[in-house]
């Protein structure tokens, strides 16, 4: 094969080649771009949760003690 010319087929076949590394080179970096933004949405979506159940926390005890002053105050009937 030293000075014998390359098939066409060769040719085609080392193109295909090159073309499929540089495309699995691409999809790669791509993946990998798309990996840390999912990532990153997950950590946005726990702090929203966390906030979320702070929110919820407060609110629970907050209404238990706005009942009651509503009712001392003479604003709200008593349970009954």
Same mark, same amino acid.
């Given at each position: +094969? %030293?000075?014998? *010319? $390359?098939? =066409?087929?060769?040719?085609? =076949?080392? @193109?295909? $080649? &090159?073309?499929?590394?540089r495309l699995e080179r691409d999809f790669g970096r791509r +993946?990998? #771009?798309?990996?840390?933004?999912?990532? #990153?949405? &997950?950590?946005?979506?726990?702090?929203?949760? /966390?906030?979320?159940? /702070?929110? &919820? $926390?407060?609110?629970? !005890?907050? %209404?238990?003690? =706005? !009942?009651?002053?509503? @009712?001392?105050? $003479?604003?709200? !009937? /008593? *349970?009954?």
């Open positions: +094969m %030293s000075g014998e *010319p $390359d098939s =066409l087929m060769l040719i085609y =076949l080392r @193109r295909i $080649d &090159e073309r499929q590394e +993946m990998g #771009a798309i990996e840390v933004r999912l990532a #990153a949405i &997950e950590t946005r979506i726990i702090a929203v949760e /966390a906030r979320m159940t /702070a929110i &919820e $926390d407060w609110s629970r !005890d907050t %209404s238990g003690r =706005l !009942d009651r002053i509503a @009712r001392r105050l $003479d604003l709200a !009937d /008593a *349970p009954a």
